[in-house]
């Protein structure tokens, strides 16, 4: 995705957690590489400088008066990988992770487009064996708290083979 990013937002969806590049920040899908164990300080003030912009585009573009973290912007709703994302971040979750190849190398939340526009869909992955599967309906509760306090609404389904994941679409505000 490209185009209409927010102050501090920017950048291909399908970026991980990888920081410190000096490019544009881009919040972890969970379908880039693993994080950096060194850049993890940058990394915070990347995601804390992030959170702080979109709050503040929130406060610019709501009604006076209301609370900016209600309901998301109108940014963040064509583009609700990249909001998502962001919210799961700066709430402490863990993104899974690829390496070079593709295949899946770090456990953690995946942020997709659903099926409907303004929608995303969250998933627990983790590498073959890794038990994400068994982790997958604690992780994924753990996910809707840090949703829930940005203005979104994450429900949880039950998929093809059992697998659940959360739906998660902006809260009215």
């Known amino acids: 995705m490209t185009g209409g990013h927010g102050p501090g937002v920017g950048g291909s969806a399908g970026s991980g957690a990888g920081g ?4 544009v920040f881009e919040a972890a899908t969970g379908d880039g590489p693993p994080p950096v164990p060194a850049d993890a300080e940058q990394r915070s003030r990347e995601i804390r400088t992030a ?4 709050l503040q585009i ?27 994302a962001l919210a799961l971040e700066s709430g ?9 190849s593709g295949a899946r190398v770090g456990t953690g939340y995946r ?13 627990w992955l983790g590498p073959p064996g890794s038990g994400a599967a068994q982790e997958e309906s604690a992780a994924l509760g753990s996910c809707g708290p840090a949703l829930a306090r940005l203005g979104w609404e ?18 009215e505000g």
């Open 58 to 84: 929130r406060r610019l573009t709501h009604r006076q008066g209301d609370d900016p973290r209600a309901a998301p912007a109108a940014w963040e709703r064509r583009q609700p990988v990249r909001a998502v």
């Open 20 to 23: 410190g590049t000096g490019g």
């Open 111 to 123: 942020v997709t487009a659903g099926k409907r526009p303004g929608t995303a869909v969250v998933e």
């Open 92 to 100: 402490g979750l863990t993104p899974s992770s690829v390496d070079g």
């Open 51 to 54: 959170l702080d912009g979109l």
């Open 154 to 171: 994450a429900l949880l389904y039950k998929g093809p083979r059992g697998r659940r994941f959360l739906e998660v679409e902006p809260m």
